[in-house]
């Protein structure tokens, strides 16, 4: 089962359903997603957040979601860079005998 975030037009209606006084249940029933989302939103609008800010948090949160970068010390990264360098030198031996021209 795939998860699909609220998009910013689902955000501006719900808060707009919201303050003519729509139940989230009937929000959910009107957009078609569950009702726990709904009042997800709800309760950060009570909070004082417009749709606009949700998203904008939503974002924030998402950039911090996945694998870090990962920075090597000086010493390791030339280790690993003169590694990678025999590597293409033996790969290098293997190749046909041709021109190769890079862009």
């Known amino acids: ?3 699909t975030h609220l998009t910013k ?4 209606f719900i808060e707009e359903y919201h303050e003519i006084g729509l139940t989230g249940r009937k929000i959910a029933k009107k957009l078609t997603r569950s009702h726990e989302a709904i009042y997800r939103v709800i309760s950060q609008l009570k909070k004082g957040l417009s749709a606009i ?3 904008r948090q939503y974002k924030i949160n998402k950039s911090n979601c996945g694998r870090k ?3 090597l010390p000086p010493k390791e990264k030339s280790i690993y ?3 990678g ?5 033996a790969r290098r031996h293997h190749w046909p005998s041709r ?3 890079f862009m």
């Open 53 to 55: 800010d949700i998203y």
């Open 9 to 12: 037009t689902e955000l501006v």
């Open 1 to 3: 089962m795939s998860y």
């Open 81 to 83: 860079q003169q590694k």
């Open 69 to 71: 970068r990962i920075t």
């Open 99 to 101: 021109k190769v021209y």
């Open 85 to 89: 360098s025999r590597r293409m030198d």
